[in-house]
């Protein structure tokens, strides 16, 4: 029995900028939104769905056993994607955490996912997302990777203050890698997708620093490895790669 309590949700649409039609791509045998799909029920915490906008994918989940929901096709962010979708697979208000697995992590572990869960025991917290520290140059260098800062609070979980694409924070100490997983409780995801875009949300290109803007409270929690997202050919072959292995 799934927890009513606990929606996951995989948005996923086919115009990728750079991997146009990647939720289908094969990886090891199974297209890469499947592989998704499997290590979110894996994780055993709640009722799992795909959002997406396209009839191909809804049918490509389906066959493998899965849940899809249908969504509009006009939505700027994957946030109001699961938003549309949440209000249609549970209008009734049951489920109180709504979890943004992205379509493109076909290597996270259901043990990562399973983490994001703990902080909501906190009734201040209102979302939770991942990272993982930086052991190298070339990552801590990279505007691509997204840096998450945050006050220790407990055991491998920060409070979050900021997120950047620069090296930051400045001086000795460990720097984290964010993973762009996030778990809403409902009410905070109702709020976030109201809000207009903020200053440094457009500044950065970062969407969770809209909520950072608007004073919401982010809970990091820490874990041993960055999942492979895949945004780019060599980024399929290395997951291809990976899991090819498994």
Known sequence: ??????????????????????????????????????????????????????????????????????????HPSGSDRIHEAMQKLDPEGKAEIVINLQGDFPTITPASIREVLPPFDDPGVDIVTLASQIHTEEEDLAPSVVKAIGSPIGPRRLRALYFTRATAPYGNGPRYHHI????????????YVSLPRSPLEIQESLEQLRAVEAGMRIDIMIVDSVPRGVDTPPDLETARSILSKS
């Open 1 to 74: 029995m799934t927890d009513p309590r606990i929606l996951v949700l995989i948005p996923a649409r086919m115009a990728a900028t750079r991997l146009p039609g990647k939720p289908l791509a094969d990886i090891a045998g199974l297209p890469m939104i499947v592989h998704v799909l499997h290590r979110a029920e894996a994780a055993g915490i709640g009722r799992v769905a795909v959002a997406t906008d396209t009839d191909e994918i809804a049918s490509v989940v389906t066959a493998h056993g899965g849940e899809a929901v249908m969504t509009s096709p006009d």
């Open 180 to 191: 762009g997983l996030y778990a809403y409780r409902r009410a905070a995801l109702e709020r």
